[in-house]
């Protein structure tokens, strides 16, 4: 894929233009079209740093400088295109960072920003300017990306649309805009290890959310949870019964919250059921039966209690009769 870019004009950065968007900000952000060899020295002490690259062209990525050991992560998102518009000696997309550094390579990742000027995937970019890109990313899908992707504050976004600068960058020089500074609310989700189960056994149940939640809040209707609700990954969940039920989670950050349901489907599994009475003592008492259905039967032949000598009548020769049964052992 090759873009048409209608840029008339390239943003050039100088140490009289620079801008830092956040003193105490971590995120430093570089982007461009052409790609190259990005050198970028840490000269500032900045603590647990995070780098993000976007280019259209491929990028060789070199992290050095008295602090480099602050860097956390490097991410590089874009399309990583073979056009060698900066040189033969730039054939591949790669990041040389010191031991320890998290690093990670993104063939064109979807962007988190909807952006009718903007792609919607993370390929390029390379003005601080409004309006349609040209094909590429604005400025603020940029940003927002990267910022939901690290989390953090932005410290400096520096952007132009050529190769990068033959003696690199040292990151006290700053950028060149400040675009869309905030980090998205998280999307929610939820993993679990099954979603259909016999009652008696368990599942796993983790967070799957994106966009840098910190608070969780768990529901777990018909099942036992064995940690917390308000962990992030409840771990082990179990199910006595059999049913339909569900997990719920909220998920939220500093931005905003998110909530999302998963349906669990329990089943009896091999307890087989039999309807019938299970009232012991009704006449059509069914001690088989594993679910009751209502029909239990009992007799009442007597229409007239106490009438003992059937005449209709409860009188004193009923009473006769009693006194003279009155004391009688009877059969078993």
Request: with cysteine; aromatic share 10%.
């Amino acid at each position: 894929m090759k873009l048409h870019l209608t840029c008339a004009c390239w943003l050039i950065a100088s140490a009289a233009m620079a801008q830092f968007c956040n003193t105490s900000g971590n995120v430093i952000i570089f982007a461009n079209y052409d790609g190259g060899a990005l050198n970028i020295s840490i000269d500032e002490d900045i603590p647990d740093l995070h780098i993000g690259v976007c280019t259209y062209e491929d990028c060789e990525i070199t992290i050095t400088g008295p602090f480099a050991s602050n860097v956390t992560e490097v991410r590089y998102a874009g399309f990583q295109g073979d056009g060698n518009n900066c040189g033969a000696d730039v054939l591949s997309t790669n990041i040389e960072a010191p031991a320890g550094v998290l690093t990670d390579v993104l063939f064109a990742p979807a962007s988190v920003l909807a952006d009718s000027d903007g792609y919607n995937s993370m390929i390029c970019a390379y003005s601080c300017g409004e309006g349609n890109q040209g094909g590429c990313n604005t400025a603020e899908q940029v940003v927002a990306y990267f910022l939901n992707a690290f989390g953090g504050s932005l410290y400096y976004y520096f952007t132009q649309y050529g190769c990068w600068a033959s003696g690199g960058y040292s990151i006290s020089t700053g950028g060149n805009c400040c675009p869309g500074t905030q980090p998205l609310p998280p999307v929610a989700a939820i993993d679990v290890s099954e979603s259909q189960i016999c009652a008696g056994d368990c599942i796993i149940v983790s967070d799957a959310s994106t966009g840098n939640p910190t608070q969780w809040d768990w529901a777990f209707e018909g099942a036992v949870p064995l940690v917390s609700t308000e962990v992030q990954d409840p771990g082990l969940l179990c199910f006595n019964e059999a049913g339909i039920f569900s997990i719920n989670l909220n998920v939220s950050n500093a931005i905003g919250s998110a909530s999302t349901t998963f349906t669990i489907e329990v089943s009896a599994c091999g307890v087989e059921e039999i309807p019938g009475c299970m009232y012991p003592l009704a006449v059509n008492y069914n001690p088989s039966a594993t679910v009751d259905d209502l029909s239990c039967e009992f007799i009442c032949n007597d229409a007239c209690p106490g009438d003992f000598d059937d005449n209709g009548l409860v009188g004193v020769s009923d009473l006769l009769l009693f006194i003279s049964l009155y004391g009688n052992m009877c059969p078993n």
